[in-house]
């Protein structure tokens, strides 16, 4: 009976022994994988760890990048020092346009005086020049002391017919004949001064060419040599040729355009005479050649329209370079 007993305790703790041993085998496998699982896991959120990180530091190298590029950015934006930010309304601006304005004018004195004391004859460069300011170079002025002395004794004689205070200085554009412009200059009598100065302000705009305009001084006041040298002039105290009688240019109160190309021609005993001399191919007025005046010519037109007439139409002779008034 022990016997039996005895072996069925045996039995059972056989029993019990191989159910613990399974157990602890279970728990065993279960742990072993739990903790694969486990580092598997952990090997995952490393990895999203890392992937973080390394946004992170694209993050961080990006705006470390942007930073140093903002300096240069902002530079450009910010004011040099000791300037001001710029937010005064529109009408500061326009008192500071005006402010500077004085300055633009005292660069435009300069301009004009530069060229108002260009010798007459010069070639003047007007490429950036405006037409305004262009205008402003034909203009008229008394005679100066300097001027006096210059033509006292040789275009002007002490007489009692026209004094200095009478007549006028004018500087003028032209366009010579090699198409510059040119700085020109005229003395005429006070009373067609504003015309003459209209009449080359608009011979210029239309680039109508007058090779030369200097004042007959420049010859010695000598007539025949101002014309052989084609010198357009008006003043000259003198009396007309082969007479006692004043000429209309001794009053400034006669022009001469472009004389060697338009002379004087008078038949004389079936002689032909011409002046100046070197004119003598241009007195037959039938033939085609370039400056000269005729019916329907600009210059001829102008001074018509400001009432000079023209020597052109006298019968006697022809003075074809001639407009008087």
């Not at 942007?66 to 009408?91: C, L």
């Not at 700085?183 to 100065?197: C, T």
């Not at 002689?271 to 001399?277: C, I, R």
Request: glycine content about 6%; aromatic content about 8%.
């Amino acid at each position: 009976m022990r016997k039996r007993k005895s072996s069925a305790v045996s039995k059972r703790s056989i029993f019990a022994g191989a159910v613990c041993l399974c157990l602890l085998i279970g728990a065993a496998v279960i742990q072993q994988n739990w903790g694969k699982q486990g580092h598997e896991a952990g090997q995952e959120q490393s990895a999203e760890t890392a992937v973080l990180e390394d946004k992170k530091k694209e993050s961080a190298e990006t705006a470390d990048m942007e930073h140093m590029e903002e300096p240069s950015a902002k530079a450009s934006e910010q004011k040099e020092p000791g300037e001001q930010e710029d937010t005064k309304p529109d009408s500061d601006a326009s008192e500071n346009s005006e402010t500077s304005a004085p300055a633009q004018s005292s660069s435009r004195i300069l301009e004009l005086a530069d060229i108002q004391a260009m010798a007459a004859g010069e070639i003047l460069d007007v490429s950036a020049l405006s037409r305004e300011f262009l205008d402003s170079l034909f203009y008229s002025q008394e005679i100066s002391e300097e001027l006096r002395q210059r033509i006292w004794g040789s275009s002007y004689q002490e007489n009692n017919h026209i004094s200095l205070s009478e007549l006028r200085y004018l500087r003028v554009l032209h366009a010579g004949f090699d198409g510059e412009t040119h700085i020109g200059e005229l003395i005429v009598n006070q009373s067609i001064a504003e015309d003459i100065l209209e009449i080359m302000s608009e011979l210029y705009r239309q680039n109508y060419p007058i090779e030369k305009m200097l004042l007959i001084d420049e010859y010695g006041a000598d007539d025949e040599s101002s014309m052989s040298d084609n010198n357009t002039s008006v003043f000259n105290y003198r009396e007309i040729a082969g007479s006692s009688k004043l000429s209309r240019h001794a009053l400034g109160l006669a022009v001469d355009i472009n004389p060697r190309y338009n002379p004087y021609v008078k038949q004389k005993a079936g002689e032909v005479l011409v002046s100046p001399a070197n004119g003598g191919a241009y007195a037959d007025r039938s033939q085609e050649f370039p400056y000269k005046i005729t019916e329907g010519d600009l210059c001829l037109q102008l001074f018509s329209e400001y009432g000079f007439q023209w020597g052109g139409y006298w019968n006697s002779v022809k003075d074809y370079q001639h407009f008087e008034k």
